[in-house]
């Protein structure tokens, strides 16, 4: 549902209107292009985070609101919500307040999915990740990392087997080859975790492939 490399935020405004409402919602090229932009600054937002690019990403997302579903941009509003936190930098009075208001209640349904780590869905990946582009830390990854390592024990278990982790880890799995290839930081996490003993078979080919993703 969400994404995340170079296009992967891309993916995720257009989802939904490839699927459900392409007949509603057309995407000219200045749309397309505003997605490429904010995709590209949220992605890799940890590398030089400013004021200025964090309230560009804020105007971008205000302009494609009305060219875009906002429950498409839900991930997108978490993410610059936990810069706001993060860095202590103010959001803007007219960002999605009535999101915001939701994501400022501790008590609120979203609130607690982000909180509960035990509560895995494609879209709790999502917000891991924004959270690591938001921040640059290993244990965002690591959480997307556990759950792709489960992918091979669940194919095996296929036929008896939960669907929705099968659609988790092989999300999971995706995901994070796909940001070894675009993001040098996930590779050093990789080479500092296939030092730890205690690793399986799985997590060891799947950090090998990662270290050597650009080979």
């Known amino acids: 549902m969400f994404n995340l490399n170079k296009l992967w935020v891309k993916f995720l405004f257009l989802l939904c ?13 200045m749309t397309e292009a505003l997605i490429e932009e904010t995709g590209e600054n949220i ?31 839900m991930t997108i509003i978490i ?3 936990f810069i706001s936190d993060y860095y202590n930098w103010p959001l803007q009075a007219d960002f999605f307040p009535d999101y915001i208001e939701e994501l400022n209640h501790p008590d609120s349904k979203i609130v607690k999915i982000i909180q ?23 244990e965002y990854v690591r959480k997307v990392f556990n759950q792709a390592i489960l992918l091979e024990e669940v194919k095996k278990a296929k036929e008896n087997g939960d669907v929705n982790q099968l659609l988790i880890s092989s999300a999971a799995d995706w995901s994070f080859k796909s940001n070894c290839t675009q993001h040098a930081l996930i ?17 060891k080919e799947l950090l090998s492939a990662c270290i050597h993703a650009l080979d």
């Open 17 to 29: 209107l490839s699927s459900i409402q392409a007949t509603v919602y057309a995407i000219n090229s």
């Open 43 to 73: 992605t890799f937002f940890y590398q030089n985070p400013s004021q200025e690019s964090f309230l560009k990403i804020q105007k971008n997302l205000m302009a494609l609101k009305d060219k875009v579903p906002v429950n498409n941009l």
């Open 79 to 81: 993410e610059a919500k």
């Open 116 to 138: 509960d780590d035990k509560e895995v869905s494609p879209g709790k990946l999502d917000i891991w990740w924004g959270q690591f582009f938001a921040t640059g830390k290993p």
């Open 187 to 203: 590779r050093e996490f990789a080479l500092k975790w296939q030092q730890e003993s205690a690793l399986t078979k799985p997590a």
